[in-house]
């Protein structure tokens, strides 16, 4: 939408007006503005979860190779003098070189047992090169598929060769004898982690991958040839899973300085902290740190893994710092296997990033495979120095004067980093550095409220934070935290999780594994927590249980249920809803919750939630009814009777004001009509009959033809409806007539009904034969098409092929009772289950397209089973199955029998259909195409326990013969197939962001300023159109706009802020702009053809606007996207009258009118008035979605026009015995009629309601008489005659005006005194032609325009003069 110059540069004056206007928009409620309107009511799509490690390891088993033969130098290097000594800490020249050897090898064992206590330690001491051998191979026959760490400390030998070897001894240690690395890689097998420590260690490496190519090109080899020496062996592991570490490149020496112990490599990877102290001490800036000496460094009190103390505080720090660059640097897959799938592996690695800190500094680059990028210069490591230095800042004092050890403020720190980074940065960046830290702060009491306060802040960004919180490693921590019992956790601790089940609800197994669940079912049951605590609460145990039948035994004796009960009438409605969701989740094919719920008569407590205010708490308690009865479990009695009992209080929500509640009732009566399938089938057996053997009389013109579906298509059939009924001089638009253009797609959630071609016109019903000799037809599931327009588009490649078109299911809706549907729900003759079926086929006449989808699934489906089970069967050849006939009504399944007379096998499914479906015979399928045949489910339902092996709505004969014997899963089908997508969608609200400022609130915001643009426009317009109003309007015959429109005009709208109108035809709806001259858009309304389009209204016109449209069939639909590049999209639509059969009743002969359906909106309260061909005025509440008042009207006959004013809570109807009613809707349905003024003769066209605090009524009948009403008094307070043979009458709220068209093509404008002031008959231009019959006509709110259609199909705008405007 352009903003406007002139707007942009309005004057000042008048500014007051200008805010106080403004600030009214700003107060009025938007109707159908929430996230279930807006959004496809589906699930996220899930993100593909990596953190959680397919394949943990463990190092089990680890070799120590020293080759050092203390005492003699290798031969190739030249060591200095003083030169590195130390190996593992130990001076080997202060010893026996024997004793010597074996010292250093315990204690590399130990420095190594620090990092993993439980392996099997090898040593091999100057071993040669058999023993080696023989280490090797034994520790992977032991170690199986897990991991095998090769430690080789090659210090006393030479170096490693190009060629790829290593040395060892000879027995007598006179030789040093070549170990190829090959042998090696043969011997140690995979996986396994490789450390070299000695100089030139970066050729064993190289040579290693070399090796491990070399293998696979040879197994290649081997693969192909069969005769190759390799193709009998086994395969051996492949060498891509070793890690190997390398102390320096191929071509560096190990660093010789006298101060650094001589396996400096081995130092960092096994005592990282002694070695960042002592290299922390030899740097210059040790110097600002007074009195610490490397002798002092060894007194640093304190264990490493105590992290109260000063030595375990610095080894926290010191992970927490590696594993923070290590997730900043690596790419996240790398990370994950090196730094969390094995405890040793990932300590070597942070170790590594140590190793190469130091040893670059002596100009040593350590290697790795897999490569890591550097790391050495990260920004962390000097948080690390400063670290150390405020440490090793207090030891001095702390030895001699024994003062208490001050905590190091790193942490706090680094978590004030991160709040900095939660509440300071944009929305696209980089995650936090601090992530790890975070984690690691999670072990620490002191700090770990805060912690998880702030990652609680962290996942609420959104999934991609909780999926990168769990690749950190989080899960661990957050489940240990459930063990603990600080009542301050607990807030936290639901909301973190709540997020992390929101995102992946595989966890749900992890937290029944460790008794998590058990925390939640405390958080619920507790009810000092508040209601938003224990609605996550909820959410994460309707997670556990979801299709997960260990989480729903675990919580069933964990009391669930009960305490589900307990929380139903909560006030917090989102508490509400998730406990019913939660509830129906428990019971979901669980027989043994379901029993329990019957115990606590859980199914009575939820009827109380199918009247709550919010749609998405009804749609709950549905949802956990429908589960309620769509157990699979055996039938008795009594639960039998509990069924119908549920199933009779879900068809009270026939007429709910809500799709998604409706939609969710039809797959909840599905599990019902799955449950009773052979009764069902029975039931509609007698439908068929009964719709094909009735004729169809008119309402209004009883003498109709025999219609007999056997012998005319559907379509021919409506179009011989429509000749009987079209009365002469009926607004029926000639739909072929070439200026008819062509109407834009309209694209609802699902596929909206579109106005197809009769394609399938022709196409005659082939019927089955109930025996083979053709006998009486049954009905037929051959080529039907659904093609018209009124049928939905089902989304299946075979939709022209349903058994039951929508007409038929329409027809039989209206054919099966007269009654009215809610009369059929009290206390019936008939059974339950023929009320069901009528419900579902009152379902499958939706306005909604994706409730008559499903609803329309369910039907034909029960139909296709019926004629399919009514036809006898031949006998096929002896081994196969006979067909058994339909059941009697009961829920007791038939037997198979096989044709041999072999005993009946037990059936487990209570259903009336067999294994096998037999192919009708050739003859009987005239067509070439298979029957279209809808099913529920497989073809074999007594095998429910068998994984479903069939697509839902396949073709269906052909293949039955050979699915016949398939495990089809036909019980657990339905509910599989059909689904709302209703719990998924509402999980997403805890995946999102709920912390965050809503958009519409935050005042930077484009749709904040967006609104704040559309309102300033409106006081625009309503203070300019005021100031013409106000100087008096002497003409209003000044014609702006012209054009002919696609239909007969039928309704017209103009919207109250910007330049478009809405004119309405028989089914669709054509919107131009009147400035411009230009159409902006043309969509068909998706009514059935037997309807047409009776009144309009803009809702949320001063902001976001919506149409609504409403049909003479008491349909009422909301529109969106219209009149703009977008698609429109039906926001919702829903039954806002039963019983509105098109009718003539109180019909005056003068009029050519039918009152169809009438509205009128009030958008401050957000209540929608409806009436029209029935007896009473239904008040609908947008915001609840739910009928809140029927007044009844008291009179015989339709109700023609209705206005109210909200100030006063009066309603004011016209009527078509000339009476005009006055109700006040805060009273009582007996006394609400507080005035009836009888005094015009004939049909009321019209009647208005002023909205000032004092307005009087006025009202217009067909004969012409304007009468004013004071609503306190009896009388009229006066009387103007106008034109005779009325069709159409419009008031001006603001100018007091009316304009009258009549029938006889000329429109006349009259003032508040009666006095004409403009007769319009001509179009203008150049010969200038007469109007035609005057069809509608509608004032604009505020400028004084009115807009005009007739019957010639033109729609003009006539307005006040120029000069005025």
Known sequence: MKMDVDLLHSPVVGVAEEEEADMNDWKLPLAFMKKRHLEKIEGSKALAQSWRMKDRMKTVSVALVLCL?????????????????????????????????????????????????????????????????????????????????FHYNGHGVPRPTVNGEIWVFNKNYTQYIPLSIYDLQTWMGSPSIFVYDCSNAGIIVKSFKQFALQREQELEVAAINPSHPLAQMPLPPSMKNCIQLAACEASELLPMNPDLPADLFTSCLTTPIKIALRWFCMQKSAKLVPGVTLDLIEKIPGRLNDRRTPLGELNWIFTAITDTIAWNVLPRDLFQKLFRQDLLVASLFRNFLLAERIMRSYNCTPVSSPRLPPTYMHAMWQAWDLAVDICLSQLPTIIEAGTTFRPSPFFAEQLTAFEVWLTMGVENRNPPEQLPIVLQVLLSQVHRLRALDLLGGFLDLGPWAVSLALSVGIFPYVLKLLQSSARELRPLLVFIWAKILAVDSSCQADLVKDNGHKYFLSVLADNYMPAEHRTMAVFILAVIVNSYNTGQEACLQGNLIANCLEQLSDPHPLLRQWVAICLGRIWQNFDPARWCGVRDSAHEKLYTLLSDPIPEVRCAAVFALGTFVGNSAERTDHSTTIDHNVAMMLAQLINDGSPVVRKELVVALSHLVVQYESNFCTVALQFIEEEKNYSAPSPANTAGRRLSLRRISRDLKMELYFSEHAEPGTLTPVRDSPAIPRLRSVNSYTNIRTATTTRNLNKSLQNLNLNEEGGPAAFSPG???????????????????????????????????????????????????????????????????????????????????????????????????????????????????????????????????????????????????????????????????????????????EQAGEDGDEPGGHRNYISAALQTGLCDWSAKYFAQPVMKIPEEHDLESQVRMERQWRFLRNTRVRRQSCSITQRGISRLDDQIFINRNPGVPSVVKFHPFNTCIAVADKDSICFWDWEKGERLDYFYNGNPRYTRITSMEYLNGHDCSLLLTATDDGALRIWKNFADQKNPEMVTAWQGLSDMLPTTRGQPSTSTHRAGMVVDWEQETGLLMTSGDVRVIRIWDTDREMKVQDIPTGADSCVTSLSCDSQRSLIVAGLGDGSVRVFDRRMGPNECRVMTYREHGAWVVKAHLQKETDGHIISVSVNGDVRFFEPRTPDSINVLQTVKGLTALDIHPQANLFACGSMNQFIAVYNANGDVISNIKYYDGFMGQRIGAISCLAFHPYWPHLAVGSNDYYMSIYSAEKRLR
Not at 69 to 93: F, H, M, Q, Y
Not at 876 to 881: F, H, K, M, R
Request: hydrophobic share 30%; proline share 10%.
């Open 69 to 149: 033969n203390v005492g003699v130098d290798p031969p190739d290097v030249v060591k200095t003098s003083p030169c590195a000594r130390l190996e593992c800490w130990i001076d080997p020249l202060s010893m026996s070189p024997q004793k010597a050897l074996e010292t250093i090898g315990a204690n590399l064992q130990k420095q190594y047992e620090n990092w993993q206590p439980r392996a099997r330690y090898k040593q091999s001491l100057d071993p040669t090169v058999d023993e080696v051998k023989k280490l090797c191979t034994s520790l992977r026959r032991n170690a199986k598929e897990e991991r095998v760490l």
């Open 783 to 957: 080529n039907l098409s659904t093609s018209s327009s009124a049928s939905s588009t089902l989304g299946s490649p075979d939709n022209d092929e349903y058994i039951l078109s929508f007409e038929t299911i329409d027809k039989m809706r209206r054919v099966s009772s007269y009654s009215s549907l809610n009369s059929l729900i009290g206390v019936s003759f008939n059974s339950v289950y023929t009320q069901i079926w009528r419900v579902l086929l009152h379902l499958a006449a939706d306005p909604f397209p994706e409730v008559s989808d499903l609803a329309m699934k369910v039907l034909n489906s029960i139909a296709y089973k019926a004629t399919m089970n009514a036809r006898p069967q031949r006998i096929l050849d002896s081994g196969s199955l006979t067909q058994s006939a339909p059941a009697s009504p009961t829920s007791k399944g038939t037997h198979i029998h096989q044709a041999g007379g072999s005993p009946p096998m037990p059936s487990t499914s209570s259903s009336s259909l067999t294994n096998d479906v037999p192919k009708p015979p050739a003859r009987e399928q005239p067509s070439t195409r298979p029957p279209y045949t809808p099913t529920l489910g497989g073809q074999a339902p007594h095998s429910h326990q068998f994984p479903r092996t069939r697509k839902m709505f396949d073709k269906g004969p």
